[in-house]
């Protein structure tokens, strides 16, 4: 079926009105605009983020703690400030942009398992329960960054799928409205 869609898609390219249409609705597709709720929501996450990273602040510079915790409250804090940040240009601009969306839950995985290891090392170092209590906080935030990871690959070939379909339908209205002209024009 792919190739068959690939062959149809290849033949003759669409035609501006046509192409400049596809793209629109691409476009709407993968930088959605945001409704009000969905601005309160990415809003209310940009402020927690932008809390946190503020808090963040007294933690490295006035608490006393290991290096350890010191690192991993210094890359909280720099990578929420980088989300609150991300999140407040979104909103201002109205949409989000799907891609961008993607690329930072990729992220952030990664992110969750260094600092996953980055608590297991200091655990194993000085076993406490306080430290105990922070690896199971670091793999619950490793298991929810796997899970929207996983999700934005889900929703991703979705996309992709509907981007293929919306090609091939303007591309099969064209040849048939270009079918129909010549039915009409032998006639």
Request: charged share 15%; hydrophobic share 50%.
């Amino acid at each position: 079926m792919s190739e068959l869609r690939d062959r149809l898609i290849e033949i003759e390219p669409l035609g501006a009105e046509r192409n400049q249409k596809l793209e629109q609705e691409i476009r709407a597709m993968l930088e959605p605009k945001m409704s009000r709720w969905m601005k309160v929501y990415w809003g209310a996450s940009a402020a927690g983020s932008l809390i946190f990273a503020v808090c963040a602040v007294p933690m490295l510079f006035f608490v006393p703690m290991t290096t350890n915790a010191r690192l991993i409250w210094g890359i909280f804090g720099v990578l929420n400030a980088l989300v609150g940040a991300f999140l407040l240009w979104r909103i201002w601009k109205g949409s989000m942009n799907i891609g961008q969306q993607f690329a930072g839950g990729k992220a952030s995985f990664g992110v969750a398992m260094l600092i996953s290891v980055l608590l297991l090392i200091n655990t194993v170092a000085q076993p406490t329960l306080e430290n105990l209590a922070w690896d199971i906080f670091g793999v619950t935030f490793l298991v929810l960054t796997a899970t929207i990871a996983i999700t934005n690959q889900v929703v991703a070939a979705q996309n992709y799928s509907r981007e293929q379909t919306l090609k091939l339908e303007y591309r099969l209205a064209e040849l048939m409205e270009k079918l129909t002209q010549g039915g009409q024009g032998g006639k």
